[in-house]
């Protein structure tokens, strides 16, 4: 029914907003690699150094996965600010793997793994009958 495609509709808008979103940091890495490196990598000097970027960079995600939390499409059970950092820490540290040899794995497969592991991607459609069958 209607209700059902309006929360499929919800579902591809989302998946094409993290897409998007994704494709960018993987493309702006690839075109600056030296500037991802010094800012998520190694070169950085010592712990205290790492933690505002990730706190800075994890607020957005974070406020997105509230933002779904609240409209009920998330558990309420999620600790968004930890989730944020975690995917964040995942993400940043497979594009850094995948600086050091691009040739390890497609840019596109890349970007489709980041997507699916991102923890919006398992938010559940607004409303319909099939909400609970996506349920993380």
């Avoid at 989302?14 to 990598?41: C, N, Q, S």
């Avoid at 600790?79 to 944020?84: K, M, Q, R, Y």
Wanted: proline share 7%; aromatic share 6%; glycine share 6%.
């Amino acid at each position: 029914g209607p209700t059902a495609e309006r929360g499929t509709d919800a579902a591809a808008l989302l998946r094409d907003r993290l897409e998007r979103w994704i494709e960018a940091a993987v493309r702006f890495a690839e075109r600056h690699p030296e500037a991802y490196r010094v800012t998520f990598g190694r070169e950085r000097s010592g712990a205290a150094r790492h933690g505002p970027v990730v706190s800075e960079s994890s607020r957005p995600t974070a406020r997105e996965l509230r933002r779904l939390q609240r409209a009920g499409r998330l558990p309420e059970s999620l600790d968004v600010e930890l989730a944020a950092r975690a995917y964040l820490a995942m993400e940043t540290g497979m594009i850094l793997w995948w600086l050091e040899d691009t040739g390890r794995a497609d840019r596109a497969a890349l970007v489709e793994i980041l997507v699916r592991l991102h923890p919006a991607a398992s938010a559940r459609p607004r409303s319909g009958p099939h909400a609970a069958l996506t349920s993380p």
